[in-house]
């Protein structure tokens, strides 16, 4: 299949946290296919946004493949990745509110899963198409700091580097007074959360001609 963008991803191992997100979510990133829902009312609007993403933890933004650059020279370039750098590990992970949107996110040392995160960013860029025109401008759009504006020139992306915060979203912007009930709502769905967290493989995803991400190939880290 050919794919419009792709990305580097923590994407969980089969089990029940990856099931739980498939599920919440309604889209399933390792078979590439919709999922049925829990019954909730509102929970399809909710989850509008990410679900073509996929439950998933982003560690290198989707990009575009830059001028000479092949899927399969890519998926080799990763692999590469994956074998020099060793794996990260906190203490485990918590159901956060992030401004208007729930979230997974660790506890704990970060380190290890920022230094991850930057590996994949710095030693994939040659792969990546430079941001057009278009999107600079949609970016910016979110009042960036100097610092972001210079990484998203940099990088391709404003929230990277020391501006890297992972996370594994749950929901799109939910209404100020229903945050509560739907973090009340998804910890009452979720399984018992990895304490601890492992990140022990990267993904390289693809986005298809629907808008919707899917699996490629997973890789260990044995760094």
């Known amino acids: ?45 909710i989850t509008r946004t990410p679900r073509k993403y996929g439950f998933h933890g982003t560690l290198k933004p989707p990009f575009r493949l830059a001028d000479g650059c092949d899927p399969d020279g890519l998926e080799r370039a990763v692999q590469a990745v994956a074998a ?3 794996p990260a590990c906190c203490e485990g992970l918590y159901l956060s509110r992030i401004g208007r949107f729930l979230a997974l996110t660790p506890v704990g040392d970060t380190g290890g899963i920022e230094r991850v995160a930057a590996t994949c960013v710095r030693a994939l860029d040659e792969w990546r198409a430079p941001p057009d025109a278009a999107e600079l401008e949609r970016r910016r759009r979110a009042r960036l700091t100097e610092r972001q504006d210079a990484l998203l020139t940099r990088w391709g992306y404003p929230y990277v580097m020391e501006e890297f915060r ?13 945050v509560d009930r739907w973090r009340e709502t998804a910890t009452a769905h979720m399984p018992e959360l990895p304490a601890p967290f492992e990140l022990d493989a990267i993904a390289l995803v693809g986005e298809r001609k629907d808008g919707h991400f899917e699996l490629i190939q997973r890789y260990t880290l044995t760094g």
């Open 1 to 45: 299949m050919s794919y419009t963008r792709f990305a580097i991803y923590f994407v969980p191992p089969d089990g029940a946290l990856a099931g739980f997100g498939a599920r919440w979510l309604g889209w399933d990133l390792a078979t590439g296919s919709a999922v049925a829902q829990p019954d909730l009312d509102g929970l399809a609007t």
């Open 84 to 86: 020099a750098c060793a």
């Open 166 to 178: 992972f996370h594994m979203t749950l929901t799109g912007r939910v209404a100020p007074d229903e």
